[in-house]
């Protein structure tokens, strides 16, 4: 099979290596279309010549085969829509559509139309696509990887769930940024069931602002055969409205806690009037006083934050995030 693979090839990032080993993957042959530098000028103010940008798509080809070419086009759809030989086409979420016009073209030269292979974007630790714009810039390199901090709003003032977010963070990325938001939960103050997960979202949403990621914490009571469990939610919203959801261990209240929280109370109100653990300033909530200090409220927190970030940590399992 004889694919094609166009583009401009501006920085050789790790999103162009996908298109490329898709190419080769699926084809006996590869031939590549580089944009001329008169074309690429036209629509970017930084480009690199258009000498190196064919020395490193050579470069990369030759280390994974034999059987390619590469030559310089003028126009978007290149040789596409007249070369007989060709059989499918490699594109990217944003030049799918230009391979749908080459295929119209094709058949008005009464050629067979391409089989369009589409390879998802690779997205870079703030979850937006590596592109090379953004590796000219110096917000990211090559891999995706941030030269910056990531700028991680918190849905909450509360210290507790800010410290556990910036620590869930740092155990998957090098430097982060982390600050809390005023924002309203949009559920009752104490959460119940499903209202739990929601506000999370809720808040995940409202403080993302400007930030690359939003994150909503929520602790909610839910009902069980044998009583009642706290657990708690975590939601990340990324610039892209993609978001992940998790949540941490459940634990089970005293009956006594249950039957106030039936009345109406928070789980917090409870344990505040009830428990002389509590009463004494210990500050761990309903966990610490549970585990005897051993496990604290922000470890409760950033379990939740982890396990929101897993489909973030192994992206290659999640294509759909």
């Known amino acids: 099979m004889r694919v094609g693979l166009g583009g401009t090839f501006n920085v050789l990032h790790m999103g162009h290596c996908a298109l490329l080993d898709t190419a080769v993957a699926t084809g006996d042959e590869v031939c590549i279309a580089i944009t001329s530098d008169e074309f690429i000028s036209k629509t970017k103010e930084c480009h690199i010549p258009l000498v190196e940008r064919v020395k490193r798509v050579d470069q990369y080809l030759s280390s994974k085969c034999s059987n390619y070419s590469i030559t310089v086009i003028d126009t978007p759809e290149g040789n596409a829509p007249y070369d007989e030989l060709l059989d499918a086409i490699v594109v990217s979420p944003e030049t799918y559509k230009n391979a749908l016009k080459i295929n119209e ?5 009464n050629l067979q139309p391409l089989k369009i292979i589409r390879v998802s974007h690779i997205l870079a630790e703030d979850g937006i696509p590596i592109s090379s714009t953004r590796v000219l810039s110096g917000e990211i390199d090559i891999n995706g990887k941030m030269l910056r901090p990531l700028k991680i709003a918190v849905g909450s003032l509360n210290k507790i769930k800010i410290e556990a977010t910036r620590s869930a963070f740092l155990r998957f990325y090098d430097k982060v940024e982390v600050f809390g938001v005023d924002v309203q939960s949009g559920v009752p103050e104490q959460p119940k069931e499903n209202e739990t997960r929601q506000g999370s979202i809720n808040r ?27 657990v708690q939610y975590c939601s990340i919203v990324d610039k892209a409205n993609k978001i992940t959801i998790g949540h941490g261990p459940g634990f089970r209240y005293p009956d006594a806690v249950k ?9 917090g109100d409870a344990f505040n009037t009830m428990y002389e653990w509590e009463r004494k300033g210990m500050g761990e909530g309903a966990i610490g006083c549970l585990t005897k200090g051993v496990i604290t409220r922000t470890q409760l927190s950033e379990q939740a934050v982890i396990a929101a970030l897993v489909p973030r940590i192994k992206r290659e399992m999640f294509p759909e995030i």
Request: net charge negative; glycine share 12%; hydrophobic share 35%.
């Open 105 to 109: 073209l094709r058949e008005l030269n």
């Open 204 to 230: 995940a949403r409202r403080c993302i602002r400007d930030a690359d990621y939003g994150v909503g914490l929520e602790a909610g009571v839910f009902e069980m055969e044998d009583g009642l469990y706290d």
């Open 259 to 267: 039957e106030k929280v039936e009345r109406g109370w928070t789980v």
